[in-house]
């Protein structure tokens, strides 16, 4: 017998309706869930997927009215129509729509919007309309929730409303203030900015770092027939040591003969009975952070393997979920599975690793929006030993296996024992530490990072007081005190969640747009600022210092979170918000860009201009010696120049120090084999480039170079390679117009009909194939960036007169700017993304003008009487190519 073929929903619905039958329609935001959980219910049951959120805010001015009371516009693309047209005509055939989206804010406001959609498109006349929250992708959790449902809880859609239109306000308001004052700068968001200038003080700490001197003594201590354990010097000549007491080799030498020379003993022993206590089960954040410490997953992978168990894998020929909403901030477990996992306990390890009563947790977040259980199994029947997982899921699932089953086992219980050893005339005080595990407890199961070491069997003998002991092998070790570390994901997570600063369910795409934006960068699991990063920083805290306070953003957080209790109203919230941040904005824009940099230059001057060694003046440039030095600002990015230009042209790269300025001397790399002509490496304004021949009349072809190629690096094969730029990588296979490649402001791009597509370095440009290139241009198109897009590449406001948006777009001729039916060319010499209201507004001015020059022109030509010959003109041609036709 064959195997049965699927059937499409589309069939079943046209089959209902053909027969008349009714059915419950139920929503949910995958397609993975919805063929788990139509399993679940059964025939009288359809479940379609939304695919996430319906519909958004549209990328341009005026998404947002504040003028309007905060009114919103939305818009829905073309793949949410496609969706929604599918749930409109199953919705024909049924009696009840049933919104069983994610239990958390976001879940809520997806189906609001959805019920948005289908009130306009009066679609859910005489419909009953239940909303449906489940924990748990299982066959109990889905019919018991079926079983209880609700009305839409409207105090989640407003939080998410007013969260939505802050994020969308600070972003629209604040970005254009950006790319005026501080051109290279991308753009700037609520949480974000805060997020980027936690990583951008960190990283003056750093620099800012006096590393000091300090020495510890450590002795190998014997007693009679005992083993040898070592104990570190705590007190000398009878006070107690300070971390930098022993600052220098001669002190600690000096202590190290001093204990050599004592006669030792034992002044007394403590021994210490500790329990520890199992951590609770993992909520969003902490699963986050021992992800990243255990598994080296960023927060990103972490989420989306948490996704995967959460929807279900496939047990047995059927689709199971294996572990609870994964976006929650609670601790706490429902009673029946706290009953499972004891059981598995018992079952598995013994009544010893059983407490006598269940551990009850409780939850220390101030915000109530979330999910409400910890982040568990299913089942706890379900070890990861039975399943047959593999990759990212197996690591996961056995993390959270082991720390929620872990947290309902007993304590760890650890012997500590202390004994300080001392001469007589107490002139010498050693003490040893050691700890010993006397029963593992949940131990046995999970040990938190960081928490490793306290379970370490250090085993010390059976001494008493009095007992006479030798001190062998006497040692004194040189210490340098180092600087913070750089924040890692984890470190990251748990410093914003210590702040208040965004929630849980918001921290991977915080750190993703951080990187996406190019702000910060992740080298070996720590991250780094880059220079625009800490000019933006340096800016938001010059210009906008409350909105970047890290207990301004946590209050406002909070504020948030009265909304989702109903304590607060939220247009009363950006109410009060708007007439603020608004005014601060119109404060600035009498701001020139030389003020800007004025200030930038004494907030930032500690880093960019540090104390030369021979006792100059910080800012006197070190080329001409009579020029201050000042940042600058380019298309391609800050930089550090001579007020004396174009005298002067030194310059160095942003974030350079002093003392490693590029070189000022232009020198000859070689001879380009196919033009004869010199190729230079010169030092400009704007930074290092190469320079095809001569300075001539027109101006000789012009590269700049990458930032991952340094001025040293060059030679000839480089410099050849730079100024081969375009390059053509070849006809695109749908269409066949030609792939481009080539280096621009923000790195090395690939280029088709409007459609520009980044590359991860410059080597890459060199080497990308056209199958490569196809499939990014694709990725790109894919998430909104191609010519189909409604998207701008840049928003630059409203016309002063008419108060309509005026937007750089992007053409098949290149970029140009929008102003209601005008299209004004950008000057080739001009990027888009360089391009200001003022620069806009003059060539929307030139291409008025121009446009009014024809006008004026046109009935004069009417009037001649030559006039009328036109059309027999046009004929001529016509009848001659008639027969080329023909052929």
């Known amino acids: 017998m064959g195997a049965v073929p699927s059937i499409s929903p589309k069939f079943l619905i046209g089959l209902a309706s053909k027969f008349g039958v009714k059915m419950n329609l139920v929503i949910v935001e995958s397609p993975a869930k919805a063929k788990t959980i139509e399993k679940y219910l059964g025939k009288d049951y359809k479940v379609l997927a939304s695919f996430g959120h319906v519909r958004d805010l549209p990328s341009k001015t005026g998404s947002v009215r504040p003028d309007e009371d905060f009114a919103m516009d939305w818009a829905v693309d073309t793949k949410s129509k496609t969706r929604i047209n599918d749930i409109v005509k199953a919705l024909k055939n049924a009696d009840k ?72 306000l600070v972003g629209f308001t604040l970005s254009p203030v950006l790319w005026r004052k501080l051109p290279g700068a991308r753009s700037a968001g609520r949480v974000q900015s805060v997020c980027l200038r936690l990583i951008c003080e960190r990283e003056t700490e750093i620099e800012q770092f006096v590393s000091e001197e300090y ?20 007190s000398l000549n009878g006070e107690k040591l300070k971390k930098f007491t022993l600052n220098n080799e001669t002190l600690a030498h000096g202590a190290r003969d001093t204990i050599k020379a004592a006669s030792l003993s034992v002044s007394s022993i403590e021994a210490k009975p500790v329990r520890r206590n199992p951590q609770p089960p993992f909520t969003t954040s902490t699963l986050q952070q021992e992800a990243s410490r255990k598994l080296g997953f960023s927060s990103t992978r972490t989420m989306q393997t948490a996704q995967k168990l959460y929807e279900g894998v496939d047990i047995g020929g059927e689709t199971v979920g294996l572990i609870t909403y994964m976006r929650t901030d609670g601790v706490s477990m429902v009673g029946e599975a706290i009953s499972e996992a004891r059981s598995t306990i018992e079952n598995k390890y013994g009544k010893k690793y059983l407490p006598s009563s269940a551990r009850v947790y409780k939850t220390k977040a101030k915000n109530a929006q979330e999910a409400h259980e910890a982040i568990r199994p299913t089942s706890f029947t379900r070890s990861p030993d039975s399943l047959s997982l593999s990759g990212d899921q197996a690591k996961l699932y056995q993390l959270i296996w082991n720390r929620a089953t872990a947290s309902q086992m007993s304590s760890a219980e650890i012997e500590r024992t202390t004994i300080t050893i001392e001469d007589k005339a107490k002139t010498v005080g050693l003490r040893a530490t050691g700890s010993v595990v006397r029963f593992d407890g949940f131990l046995t199961l999970y040990v938190e990072s960081g928490s490793e070491k306290d379970g370490n069997n250090v085993l010390l003998p059976a001494l008493k007081a009095g007992d006479m002991v030798v001190a062998d092998k006497v040692e004194a070790e040189q210490h340098f005190t180092q600087p913070p570390p750089r924040f890692s994901e984890a470190s990251m997570v748990k410093r914003m969640e210590e702040l208040g600063i965004g929630r849980p369910s918001t921290y991977a795409s915080i750190l993703k747009v951080l990187q996406d934006r190019g702000y910060v960068t992740l080298d070996k699991r ?49 109410f009060n918000f708007w007439d603020g941040f608004s005014a601060h904005v119109d404060g600035t824009k009498e701001l020139r860009v030389t003020q800007v940099l004025d200030a930038l230059n004494v907030a930032l001057g500690p880093m960019v201009f540090p104390e030369n060694e021979d006792g100059t003046p ?47 001397e232009d020198k000859v790399l070689g001879v380009d084999p196919d033009t004869g002509l010199d190729v230079w490496l010169k030092n400009g304004r704007y930074g290092p480039y190469v320079q095809l021949g001569e300075e001539t009349k027109p101006k000789p072809k012009r590269t700049s170079l990458p930032k991952t190629w340094p001025y040293d690096s060059m030679d000839l094969f480089k410099g050849l390679k730079l100024l081969s730029l375009p390059r053509q990588i070849g006809e695109h296979p749908e269409d066949g117009k030609m792939i481009t490649g080539s280096l621009g402001r923000f790195g090395p791009y690939i280029l088709h009909a409007g459609t520009y597509a980044n590359l991860p370095d410059i080597d890459e440009m060199f080497e990308v194939g056209i199958n490569r290139a196809v499939t ?109 036709k023909t052929k």
């Open 97 to 168: 729509l049933i919104l069983a989206t994610d239990p958390d804010r976001e879940g809520e406001a997806i189906s609001w919007h959805l019920l948005e959609v289908l009130n306009k498109k009066k679609a859910l006349k005489d419909k009953q309309v239940e909303r449906v929250v489940f924990n748990a992708i299982t066959k109990k959790s889905v019919t018991d929730a079926i079983k209880s449902p609700r009305e839409l809880d409207m105090e989640l859609v407003h939080a998410y409303l007013a969260r939505r239109a802050l994020d969308y």
């Open 215 to 234: 020495w510890s003594v450590a002795a190998n201590i014997t007693a009679a027939k005992e083993k040898p354990f070592p104990a570190n010097l705590v």
């Open 526 to 574: 720590r991250f780094i600022p880059d220079d625009k990063g800490r000019l933006v920083v340096a800016f938001l805290e010059e210009f906008f210092t409350k909105y970047v306070e890290y207990d301004y953003t946590a209050d406002l957080e909070e504020r948030l979170d009265l909304v989702s209790d109903g304590k607060l109203e939220w247009k009363q919230l950006l």
């Open 618 to 664: 910080p800012r006197q440039c070190p080329s001409c010696k009579k020029g201050e030095l000042s940042l600058k600002v380019s298309r391609f990015g800050a930089f550090v120049g001579c007020s004396d230009y174009p005298e002067c042209k030194y310059t160095r790269p942003f974030g350079q120090k002093g003392g490693e300025a590029a070189p000022s």
């Open 776 to 884: 990014l241009l694709a990725e790109k198109r894919a998430k909104g960036g191609g010519r189909g897009s409604a998207s701008a590449l840049k928003e630059l406001g409203d016309h002063p007169d008419t108060k309509k948006p005026i937007r750089v777009m992007s053409g098949r001729y290149g970029p140009y700017v929008k102003y209601e039916k005008i299209n004004a060319t950008i000057p080739k010499s001009v990027a888009p993304e360089d391009v200001t209201l003022e620069m806009a507004l003059e060539y929307i001015a030139a291409k008025q003008a121009k446009a009014g020059t024809k006008k004026k022109k046109a009935p004069a030509k009417k009037k001649k009487p030559a006039a009328k010959k036109k059309p027999a003109a046009k004929k001529k041609p016509v009848k001659k190519k008639a027969p080329t």
